[in-house]
C-alpha cells in the first residue's frame, strides 16, 4: 500500500510584507513565517513518524507563489494540502482573541473530514 503524500505549505516568506505582528511589548516583531515554518517541521516530523510521506513545497525563507506552491503539490500528486497561517482575527488589529480556523473546500467530503 502506498503511503498517503502530505503537501506542507508555510505560507509566506520571512520577507513578505505586512506579513507581521505589530510591535510587541518589548519592542519585537513576530513574523509570521517564523510561526509558520515550526509549525511545518513539526508537521513534517510527526507525520512522517505516522508513516505519511510528505512534500514541503516553500521549503525555503523566500516567498513562494501561491501557484507554484499549489503546482509542485499538484505535480507530486498530493493527497492533501496544509497550508499553515497566523491569521489575525476581527477589525481594528491585534486583539486577544485566540483558536484555530480550518478552511476545505464546500464540495469535498474527502476535504471536510480531513480539516475536521
Ligand atoms: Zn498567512
Redesign the pocket.
Known amino acids: 500500500m502506498t503511503q498517503k503524500l502530505i503537501a506542507l505549505d508555510d ?2 516568506g520571512m520577507e513578505t510584507a505586512g ?1 507581521r505582528t505589530p510591535a510587541l511589548p518589548d519592542g519585537t516583531v513576530m513574523r ?1 513565517n517564523e510561526f ?1 515554518r515550526r509549525v511545518v517541521a513539526l508537521l513534517d516530523v510527526q507525520l512522517q513518524r505516522c508513516g505519511f510521506r510528505t512534500l514541503l513545497v516553500a521549503p525555503t525563507d523566500v516567498d513562494t507563489t501561491l501557484r507554484t506552491r499549489t503546482d509542485a503539490a499538484n505535480k507530486a500528486k498530493a493527497d492533501l494540502y496544509i497550508s499553515v ?3 489575525a482575527f476581527g477589525a481594528g488589529g491585534f486583539n486577544t482573541e485566540r483558536g484555530i480556523e480550518s478552511f476545505h473546500y464546500r464540495s469535498s467530503a474527502a476535504s471536510e473530514h480531513a480539516a475536521k
Open positions: 505560507g509566506h506579513k509570521e509558520n497561517h497566523a491569521n
